[in-house]
């Protein structure tokens, strides 16, 4: 089973509101990302979890912020956010082979920050 | 630095007919090369992959050899269907628990 799960699959927030992204994956995966993807680009990297402590932040405002609460759970909360922060986040998970560096996503969640 | 260069579309298509989508790469020692597709209003999958040189990843009728002495890893598929219409991407990766590299893109529409 190569299946990573997200949750809500579509999220309207305002500009005060605080929520969280859930992605959730039984694959024996310890390396999970979070991905943000705008229209018609390709997906850019956010954060990176590797058994399960942060490995890499590319520089994401605080208005982020990820938990990683057991290997198979990766959260994205989310706190007074922009309108330019509507997008579709991803989750990925790969396994940490020395050998394998496929990721596998989940189907998205596509946010609007109004 | 690494990245990855594929042709911009938008690649239209009759069905039945042959697809190629040009991807190079720069990237030093070896990465392991990708591609994967996204369907409108979903996630990407992961469509096939390479790992060294001169392996040819394939499935569902695609198919991608990984050319060291070019750097590419072009995409081709034999006769594509209306249902192969999607963003395809060409990505490499150097190592595990890293960022995938992601080309900028190609939109393939089949019509019938």
């Known amino acids: 089973d190569t299946e990573v799960t997200q949750t809500p699959k579509h999220l309207v927030m305002g500009m005060t509101n605080k929520k969280s992204l859930k992605c959730e994956q039984h694959?024996?995966?310890?390396?999970m990302y979070w991905y943000k993807q705008k229209a018609k680009k390709p997906p850019e990297l956010m954060f990176v979890?590797?058994?399960?402590?942060?490995?890499i932040n590319e520089s994401v405002p605080s208005r982020f912020s990820p938990e990683c609460p057991n290997s198979s759970l990766l959260n994205l909360h989310l706190h007074a956010l922009q309108p330019e922060d509507s997008a579709l986040y991803l989750c990925?998970?790969?396994?940490?082979?020395?050998?394998?560096?496929?990721?596998?996503f989940g189907p998205g969640t596509r946010l609007t920050v109004t | 630095g690494n990245s990855v260069t594929q042709m911009e579309g938008p690649v239209t298509l009759s069905e039945e007919a042959f697809l190629t989508i040009n991807c190079t790469y720069t990237a030093t020692g070896y990465p392991s090369l990708f591609w994967y597709v996204q369907y409108p209003g979903e996630g990407l999958q992961l469509l096939l992959k390479a790992t060294k040189a001169d392996d040819k990843g394939s499935n569902k009728g695609f198919e991608a050899t990984y050319r060291k002495e070019t750097t590419s890893f072009h995409l081709e598929k034999g006769s594509v269907q209306v249902s192969d219409s999607a963003v395809y991407f060409c990505?490499?990766?150097?190592?595990?628990?890293?960022?995938?590299?992601f080309g900028k893109g190609t939109t393939l529409s089949v019509s019938s």
């Open positions: 979890y590797s058994y399960e402590k942060l490995s």
């Open positions: 990925a998970s790969s396994p940490t082979s020395a050998t394998t560096y496929e990721q596998y």
């Open positions: 694959m024996g995966h310890r390396a």
């Open positions: 990505a490499l990766s150097r190592q595990a628990g890293t960022a995938l590299i």
